[in-house]
């Protein structure tokens, strides 16, 4: 049994906002896409809504999810565009600088979870989800309780780096049940869809996918949610990063010129939605030799300390071009799980535990000043 857009509408029309005018009435929905089943849109807001219209999208998505004909429902909000002029609330002045939008600390969090940081690159291909993966894993060494939310909706790597398939399965309270290996929990739109499928989705139709992951996940008690961001720096990164609370960033770059200008897109990024950047991992620093034992800075070296000293965020740390990081990934045992006394898991071990200082510390911490002498 198919439902159409109409009968959807006709449904939504109870959910009432603040000034009165039904949810249809408002303009702030997104085309609807109802498909075997599955019915997917989100609503429109201003970033400085998100709590007040948190209750509305609970409200409609249970009203969608009731209907006959409708096995799933995914609604989101979004702010990839502005709201219209009629239905957009006015954004509260304060202090801070110009345009400044409001800090991310006021987004509804996620029960049980301490800390939600992000893992993100400016550009792909920088070895962002390798690092992701084994930085849950190295906080996770830590005795910490560690999730991983696999938000690369186009590329979705965190099924394969765990070695993880199957299907979640819903419980109780109808939310998703995490995979779970090496003592992290892994949700990713890897698991909902076949391998090879393509996801050609629009901003709207990614943020309910997202939305879903984040607060429609039984994530249970975690000290850090790591997110693996999707590379760069477009709709979708800005509207999670404005929606979501995160405590901070790790950017994640190659050491050679073109890839330091897009981690430098990714700094601004966060920084102008209001996001700590906890710091900035220099991957594939150098190669080593396994037969001679040479080293060659093959995409340069130092980059991405330069650049975190230029930026004023701290520097992580480095990790190698390793055939074994790159075999271990494959195969799904990734290094810090199955070596962790190797020379690569200590590497990302030292780089979890300067992420979790930080993070205990309160937020980004900053270089100690230069002297200069004139």
Not at 124 to 129: L, Q
Not at 166 to 178: A, F
Request: aromatic content about 4%; overall charge neutral; hydrophobic content about 40%.
């Amino acid at each position: 049994m198919s439902i159409s857009s109409e009968e959807i509408l006709r449904a939504l029309a109870s959910v009432k906002l603040a000034d009165g005018r039904s949810l249809p009435e408002s303009g702030r929905l997104t085309q609807i896409s109802a498909e075997d089943g599955k019915v997917i849109f989100s609503i429109q807001i201003d970033p400085s809504e998100v709590n007040i219209m948190e209750s509305v999208r609970a409200q409609a998505e249970n009203i969608v999810k009731a209907l006959p004909g409708v096995s799933r429902a995914l609604v989101g909000l979004t702010a990839d565009k502005p709201a219209s002029a009629a239905s957009a609330a006015p954004t509260p002045l304060r202090s801070g600088p110009k345009n400044q939008p409001a800090a991310t600390s006021k987004n509804p969090g996620v029960p049980g979870v301490k800390h939600i940081i992000a893992v993100a690159s400016g550009t792909g291909g920088v070895g962002k989800s390798t690092t992701s993966c084994n930085l849950a894993l190295g906080l996770a060494a830590m005795g910490l309780k560690v999730g991983m939310m696999d938000a690369d909706i186009y590329g979705p790597s965190q099924p394969k780096l765990f070695g993880l398939s199957g299907k979640p399965r819903v419980n109780e309270q109808r939310k998703l049940e995490p995979m779970e290996r090496y003592g992290v929990k892994v949700m990713s739109i890897g698991f909902l869809v076949e391998e090879d499928t393509a996801m050609i989705w629009r901003g709207p139709m990614v943020m309910s996918a997202l939305t879903q992951m984040l607060r429609e996940v039984s994530w249970g008690e975690l000290d850090v949610l790591v997110v693996d961001m999707p590379p760069g720096t477009g709709d979708a990164q800005l509207t999670m990063a404005q929606q979501t609370p995160l405590a901070g960033a790790v950017i994640i770059s190659t050491p050679q010129d073109l890839a330091l200008i897009d981690a430098r897109r990714g700094v601004a990024m966060f920084r102008k939605v209001s996001v700590p950047v906890l710091g900035i991992v220099e991957n594939m620093a150098n190669f080593c030799c396994p037969n001679c034992g040479h080293v060659s800075p093959i995409f340069g070296h130092g980059g991405a300390r330069a650049e975190a000293e230029k930026t004023g965020v701290q520097f992580l740390g480095e990790i190698p071009l390793h055939m074994d990081i790159r075999a271990t990934s494959d195969e799904g045992r990734p290094v810090v799980a199955t070596n962790p006394e190797g020379p690569h898991a200590k590497a990302y071990v030292a780089i979890a535990k300067r992420v979790w200082e930080t993070l205990e510390a309160g937020g980004a911490s900053k270089p100690a000043p230069r002297i200069v002498i004139e």
